[in-house]
């Protein structure tokens, strides 16, 4: 028998859309927008917006909806870290997801550059790819972490290609070290799911290589991220040092057993805080680096 459709209340979407993690897409965008040489206008305002609440309400939505089934054997679901919402309210969510993002979507597209848009679109098929039947690039491994880098490394890219600026060599290193930065964030996470992942059948970077392996993947990929920011110049070479924290915070569980993975939540609860220490190191350093006039 088929659930009744229902319309998903505010609080629900806001749920959804993960709200801790609204500032780890929009910061990204307005800050290399403004580094690319643009203003406080109304396309920096309206373009923050967007990847504020929009574009993590179509992410984690459309994830949400997908992931519905494996999400009821997940212990960590229900909370900040991922809603579980009522199987009436799915097409309510997809919908909300689609109405929201429409206007300022268009919007970004018309005001911005041929480079823009198309960075705009890759990033928005890879936020359905991520989780959509006939795609759900999250169960191939590798690719599932790929994916999610784009999700966060991505509206940096369209920041700085609507300020109209070509990425050269120093920006280019920057936004390697962030997406190097998101894999190994995505892959780390994946760990604690292994167990739920399994019992559901799917497939994914951690269900693969299993937890160890997984989490010494990521302690690489924060590496890369490290040795990537030491390319470029001072004082932004500082932030080479943030990636290193989040090697010490996985390094205990470069050896979890399987049938342990979800004890490396307690990683990933610090992580989650962790995202908003490094967000205020960021800004300092980039301030240092580019005094406002």
Same mark, same amino acid.
Request: with cysteine.
């Given at each position: 028998?088929?659930?009744? =459709? ?45 990847? #504020? =609440? ?38 309510? =969510? ?80 920057? #936004? ?26 799917? %497939? ?20 890369? %991220?490290?040795?990537?920011? #030491? ?15 989040? =090697? ?15 004890? %490396? ?21 980039? #301030? ?6």
């Amino acid at each position: 028998m088929t659930s009744a =459709i229902a319309r998903p209340s505010l609080r629900t979407l806001v749920s959804t859309s993960r709200p801790l993690s609204w500032v780890n897409t929009a910061y990204p965008f307005g800050a290399a927008y403004l580094l690319a040489g643009g203003g406080a206008d109304l396309t920096f305002w309206l373009g923050c917006l967007f990847f #504020l =609440i929009p574009y993590n309400l179509a992410m984690y939505g459309v994830n949400d909806v997908f992931d519905y089934e494996s999400d009821l054997r997940n212990p960590r679901k229900g909370g900040v870290e991922g809603a579980l919402v009522d199987p009436a309210e799915h097409r309510g =969510i997809l919908v909300a997801s689609a109405v929201s993002c429409a206007p300022l979507l268009v919007y970004l597209l018309a005001v911005g550059t041929l480079a823009s848009g198309i960075a705009l679109v890759v990033v928005m098929f890879a936020v359905v790819a991520y989780s959509v039947r006939g795609l759900r690039f999250k169960e191939i491994p590798f690719l599932d972490s790929a994916t999610s880098a784009t999700h966060f490394a991505g509206p940096a890219v369209v920041g700085l290609l609507m300020a109209g600026t070509s990425p050269g060599a120093i920006a280019l290193a920057a #936004l390697a070290a962030f997406f190097a930065w998101g894999m190994a964030s995505q892959a780390f996470g994946a760990v604690q799911d292994i167990g739920a992942d399994r019992d559901a059948g799917l %497939a994914s970077i951690g269900t693969v290589l299993g937890a160890a392996r997984t989490v010494r993947v990521a302690i690489a990929l924060y590496a890369l %991220a490290s040795a990537l920011m #030491l390319l470029v110049p001072f004082p932004e070479r500082l932030l080479a040092m943030i990636p290193l924290g989040y =090697i010490v915070n996985i390094w205990p569980f470069r050896s979890l057993h399987d049938d342990r993975a979800f004890e %490396a939540h307690r990683g990933w609860a610090r992580f989650l805080w962790m995202n908003f220490a490094a967000g205020f190191l960021v800004t300092m350093v980039l #301030l240092w680096a580019h005094p406002p006039i």
